[in-house]
């Protein structure tokens, strides 16, 4: 029995590595999560959420220069590296964008960056602020190389960060309609009659919810906020994977290998759990790559109304809500960019879902 399950599994394997758009989808998946775990040893501006702002240079163009001056604080904060490494760095620092500068009478006399052709604002601060009196350690020249959004941030960080809460929400949402789905369908395919009647009354109504609007006003009763949204899409997405899982089991349970355990005194739930669900994968994998490229659109769509995750945090829906207008303005990369990033995302989990489908599909 293991070394035909082996066989199978081996087999679905050999099918999959065939499917060219599969396997590429995957690594792209991959190399997203592992974007989204180390976003900030990636990103240019390591700050927690590439929240530095600098607004004399919002709304650049790709691969824009500026040289910036950063201003050491009088204040020290320890922070571990496992919190750098996850949250981003507590910068105390204040950088400011300028576009020369000299020294005089122990102070360094800098003019601030201005646009447009103005001129900016001279000021002077003194060199003794610098550490040893190395101010040249603190003046460095910056490329922004997808430019920087309306209030001067890092586009390219604000990306690659925001590339966390849509790359994450497909898990934890997944995860959370996997477990009501199939508990709930299983419950109602196995044992039918009056319990199958109210479970699929329930889900028929869950179902006549628009997804969107059940989403909000789950998200409104929790409260605004980062795992919030989290929790509200996967309440949205069981009755999918519930309507699936019951119907798998209403023709399974049927089966001699079902009749057998039966038989052989099991309980129900050893039958469900060791016998059905393990037969029935297949379909439910597929659901849930799809579930995936659904979860992450729902969080888009939440994130571009403003009920989403909420500023500071970086989000490619709230980016494209940010810089929607920007597109007839002649900048449209603002908001193109995190949209790309969504279709390309969103793309991948469909393709991996048709793979896997064919993969794992018996007939072929």
């Not at 490329?143 to 994450?168: A, E, M, N, P, Q």
């Not at 009659?193 to 329930?202: H, P, Q, S």
């Amino acid at each position: 029995m293991s070394n035909n399950s082996g066989s199978l599994t081996k087999l679905a394997l050999q099918k999959f590595k065939k499917n060219f758009w599969g396997v590429l989808s995957f690594w792209l998946i991959v190399i997203i999560g592992l974007i989204s775990v180390f976003a900030y040893v990636i990103a240019p501006d390591d700050s927690q959420n590439a929240n530095q702002m600098h607004l004399s240079i919002h709304s650049k163009s790709p691969g824009f220069k500026v040289t910036l001056l950063s201003v050491p604080s009088e204040l020290e904060i320890e922070q571990s590296f496992v919190s750098k490494l996850f949250y981003g760095k507590l910068k105390t620092d204040t950088e400011i964008p300028i576009s020369k500068h000299k020294i005089y009478n122990q102070k360094l006399i800098y003019t601030e960056y201005a646009s447009d052709g103005l001129i900016g604002v001279e000021k002077s601060i003194d060199i003794s602020r610098f550490t040893n009196k190395d101010y040249k350690a603190f003046i460095k020249e910056k490329t922004f190389i997808f430019g920087t959004d309306k209030y001067g941030r890092d586009l390219l960080s604000r990306v690659l960060i925001g590339s966390r809460i849509s790359f994450f929400i497909g898990f934890i949402a997944v995860f959370i309609s996997l477990v009501i789905g199939i508990v709930m369908g299983s419950i109602a395919g196995y044992y039918g009659g009056k319990v199958d009647a109210v479970i699929m009354w329930i889900i028929n109504v869950t179902w006549s919810i628009p997804t969107l609007l059940l989403v909000i006003a789950i998200t409104l009763a929790l409260g605004k906020g980062f795992w919030q949204v989290f929790i509200a899409v996967g309440l949205t997405m069981w009755v999918e994977v519930a309507r699936v899982v019951r119907g798998q089991i209403i023709s399974a349970k049927e089966m001699q290998y079902v009749t057998a355990a039966r038989a052989l005194g099991f309980n129900d739930y050893r039958i469900i759990t060791k016998h059905i669900l393990p037969n029935i994968m297949a379909p439910i994998i597929v659901i849930s790559a799809a579930n995936f490229a659904a979860a992450i659109l729902i969080e888009s769509g939440l994130s571009f109304l403003g009920i989403g995750a909420q500023p500071p945090m970086s989000s490619w829906g709230a980016m494209i809500k940010d810089h929607y207008n920007y597109i007839i303005l002649g900048k449209p990369y603002l908001a193109l960019i995190p949209g790309l990033c969504i279709m390309i995302l969103v793309m991948a989990f469909m393709l991996i879902g048709n793979a896997l489908r064919d993969a794992l599909d018996v007939k072929t």
